[in-house]
């Protein structure tokens, strides 16, 4: 049993780690930096930007939609104003865009099923540009310097929050865990709860970037991508996870393209995306980040029969796999930092697995699946 454990896990070290970047259909437009994009459940947008290489400014208003499942992109509605160095968030299903080099404080509301741009109540406060905006409980949030506000759908209106700890220069970086949202300025990491209105300083940000990154949060972890380091002249690919349960952070697989500052970074399915940015050079190239190893030889919609359950548990899971499963084969519990914390011999049908002796959390069962292997997510109480 030993020896097909280690043989399964040298596969998945070989091959797993290489697909944790893969890269998907270049974006659709041509190469820029400093544009925009946000995610709804299931298609990912970008969009706006420019270039200035030549000392020629030119900025785009054309906006596009990529959808996972078929790894395309198509050209929706333009955007009413060529812009770049705008923010975004997205609530009720609907992504908004505003501020930046082209407005003054002015927000439009796209809507994916009628490809059309509808004007919101325009920011009163400042004009947010060159920063990421977040979306938490369907609100979307700005901010600039040492002020943010928030966008209610529902009056279709701006309030100020409680002021940011520190004053956020330009060219931040930002995701969403659960309640919270986070800001990387600098080295600095600061969480927002908007259920308290409070600011939280978390634990320094280790890596090079000292702005110019993208952020996306998947699997509970927020993702921080290249960027550059003390001045323009000088991009990184490095990759950092933040986990908010440990307060820590984790150096990842690094971006395997041209390294880069200003790009634009989303997640849709608990995988990011990335793509566009700048070393001098624009770019229209386009990758997906998987890092849960396995399911990246899986296509988006795959439907492995298999089921784990009660989910949530408190002591046993159940895991039912369909006959053609061999029987010997081992599953893993993992944390969400990708520590092994049980082994289990996986069998045709039914089989269960103690977990009373663990602690409560988020974890995956890594299940093997032909060549590959399927992670499944669950939750102890």
């Not at 308290?196 to 993208?214: C, E, I, K, M």
Request: glycine share 12%; with cysteine; aromatic share 14%.
């Amino acid at each position: 049993m030993r020896s097909v454990f280690a043989l399964l896990f040298c596969l998945l070290s070989i091959g797993g780690q290489a697909q944790y970047w893969i890269q998907k259909a270049s974006f659709a437009g041509v190469g820029r930096h400093r544009a925009v994009g946000c995610a709804t459940e299931n298609k990912g947008y970008l969009g706006l930007g420019h270039v200035n290489g030549t000392g020629v400014n030119y900025s785009y208003q054309d906006w596009w939609e990529y959808d996972p499942s078929s790894d395309s992109w198509s050209q929706r509605a333009n955007y009413p104003v060529a812009n770049y160095g705008a923010t975004s968030f997205v609530v009720n299903g609907h992504p908004c865009v505003g501020g930046g080099a082209a407005l003054d404080g002015q927000f439009y509301q796209f809507n994916p099923l009628e490809n059309t741009w509808t004007a919101i109540a325009p920011c009163p406060f400042f004009n947010p540009g060159d920063t990421q905006g977040f979306s938490v409980n369907n609100k979307g949030y700005v901010y600039v310097a040492q002020q943010m506000a928030a966008y209610d759908p529902s009056s279709n209106s701006w309030s100020l929050t409680a002021n940011p700890p520190v004053t956020f220069g330009s060219w931040t970086c930002a995701f969403t865990i659960e309640g919270s949202g986070y800001v990387k300025a600098g080295t600095k990491l600061y969480e927002y709860k908007p259920i308290h209105n409070t600011w939280t300083q978390r634990a320094d940000f280790p890596g090079a970037s000292t702005g110019g990154s993208s952020g996306f949060s998947i699997l509970q972890r927020g993702f921080v991508t290249c960027g550059y380091v003390g001045g323009l002249a000088t991009v990184t690919s490095q990759v950092w996870s933040f986990f908010p349960g440990t307060n820590s952070w984790q150096l990842e697989l690094e971006f395997p393209g041209i390294s880069r500052r200003f790009p634009v970074a989303f997640a849709i399915h608990n995988r990011g995306y990335f793509g566009t940015g700048t070393n001098g050079i624009n770019m229209n190239d386009f990758w997906q980040y998987n890092p849960t190893l396995n399911t990246s030889g899986l296509p988006e919609n795959s439907d492995v029969q298999c089921r784990i359950f009660p989910n949530p548990t408190n002591d046993f899971l159940q895991v039912e796999l369909p006959s053609e499963y061999e029987s010997g084969l081992i599953g893993e519990v993992r944390n969400l930092n990708g520590q092994v914390i049980q082994q289990v011999e996986l069998l045709p049908g039914i089989t269960l697995i103690d977990l009373s002796q663990v602690s409560s959390g988020t974890y995956f069962l890594s299940i093997p699946y032909g060549d590959k292997v399927l992670n499944k997510m669950f939750k102890i109480w």
